[in-house]
């Protein structure tokens, strides 16, 4: 069974930084790409990173493009993603996910809060 | 970008009736290589993660009871629920991984009459 165990969030001033962890077991981790969404309050779910296998090709939605870095540790089954000029609009729940070849398995989450 | 559109927003049905929701994109997500939809559907109750409920638009995860079904191809799909029960109370979110950035239904909001 897929496990993934978000850690990090957390409150962070506006033009700050945050970085999140995620822990994987169940699966293998080395062999799968791994994704961030995140979850505004009040609002939907938003694709935010996505890093391949082998952690050589990466992804980012345009809203963070130049802020955030999506990385991986296939040796402590680890993906992270550091947030940089954080703004209050990156208030919400990030979650983790197993990218596979037909959608995420998901974990629970961390809260982010961007406030002054 | 692909661009996911729900409706309804929301929807009330009476236990044991039927909930249908459609979700649309603004291109064909069907990977004519493989024939292949890439289109989930994910069930996301308050304070959980969204779980998968159905993938390549039509295959039913394990987890998943045979009320829920997938149906649709291309730009066009339907979740239906044959029978509502009240542990099927949540928001239900498409998304296509056809294509990056992954993009998401703005969700469709499902409730007991």
């Known amino acids: 069974e897929v496990h993934l165990l978000e850690s990090g969030g957390g409150l962070a001033h506006p033009g700050g930084s945050l970085g999140l962890s995620c822990g994987a077991s169940?699966?293998?981790?080395?062999?799968?790409?791994m994704t961030w969404v995140r979850q505004a309050p009040g609002e939907g779910l938003e694709w935010v990173s996505t890093i391949n296998h082998n952690g050589k090709i990466t992804f980012y939605a345009d809203s963070v493009k130049g802020r955030f870095t999506i990385s991986r540790d296939n040796s402590k089954n680890t993906v992270y993603l550091q947030m940089y000029s954080l703004r209050a609009e990156d208030t919400a729940l990030y979650y983790c996910?197993?990218?596979?070849?037909?959608?995420?398995?998901w974990g629970q989450g961390t809260l982010v809060t961007v406030s002054s | 970008d692909i661009v996911m559109t729900q409706s309804p927003d929301s929807l009330a049905v009476s236990l044991g009736g039927r909930a249908t929701i459609n979700c649309k994109s603004s291109q064909s997500v069907l990977y004519s290589s493989n024939n292949k939809n890439y289109l989930v559907w994910y069930q996301h109750k308050p304070g959980q993660p969204p779980k998968k409920l159905i993938s390549?638009?039509?295959i039913r995860e394990s987890w998943v009871p045979d009320r829920f079904s997938g149906s649709g191809s291309g730009t066009d799909f339907t979740l239906t629920i044959s029978s509502l029960q009240p542990e099927d109370v949540a928001v239900y979110y498409c998304q296509q991984y056809y294509t990056t950035p992954w993009t998401f239904g703005q969700g469709t909001k499902v409730d007991i009459k």
């Open positions: 169940g699966f293998s981790f080395s062999d799968d790409a």
């Open positions: 390549w638009a039509s």
């Open positions: 996910a197993r990218q596979g070849s037909s959608g995420m398995d």
